[in-house]
């Protein structure tokens, strides 16, 4: 297997990081994706904006020198609610994804195992995410401990609390 490096994600990263927002978009086998324009909508378009404000972390993988994957949390509020939102104090994970041609190497792992020991260690008790119930992606966050909380839309609202796993 490739060794894949982790480093911090940055402001210089947006471009990517649009990318992996737009890649993170889950289409059910036999679905047509949509058009790249759908990270737009404000409803998504949410988990980039003002990129880089306080309690924003980002990490992305990197193949020698080319980025191949990121994941990034993000704190909202009860006036700025999103797709797996909690609490103001509970990180949502607002995207986890790979480039198509290096998925299924370990690296959406790697980069979730890096986000639970970071948002672990700034002393959040817990981290939320939205998934649909049928992307692969679920079996992954519950091997960490996310369980289901609540459904928005499709969508299943899960949570990992630190201190209970």
């Not at 490739?2 to 911090?8: A, E, G, L, W």
Request: proline fraction near 5%; hydrophobic fraction near 30%; include cysteine.
């Amino acid at each position: 297997m490739t060794q894949y490096k982790i480093r911090p994600g940055t402001k210089e990263d947006m471009e990517f990081l649009r990318e992996m927002l737009y890649q993170a978009i889950y289409v059910p086998e036999g679905q047509e994706r949509p058009s790249r324009n759908i990270i737009e909508r404000p409803e998504i378009a949410k988990y980039l904006n003002g990129w880089g404000r306080d309690g924003d972390i980002a990490f992305i993988a990197i193949d020698e020198d080319k980025p191949v994957g990121a994941v990034w949390t993000r704190l909202f509020d009860d006036r700025n609610q999103t797709y797996g939102y909690i609490n103001e104090h509970t990180p949502v994970l607002s995207c986890m994804a790979v480039s198509p041609e290096y998925r299924g190497d370990g690296i959406g792992t790697l980069l979730l195992s890096k986000m639970m020991e970071k948002v672990r260690s700034e002393g959040y008790e817990s981290i939320s995410l939205s998934v649909d119930p049928g992307n692969p992606a679920r079996r992954l966050y519950e091997r960490y401990g996310f369980e289901k909380v609540g459904i928005n839309g499709t969508s299943w609202d899960m949570e990992s609390k630190f201190g209970e796993n």
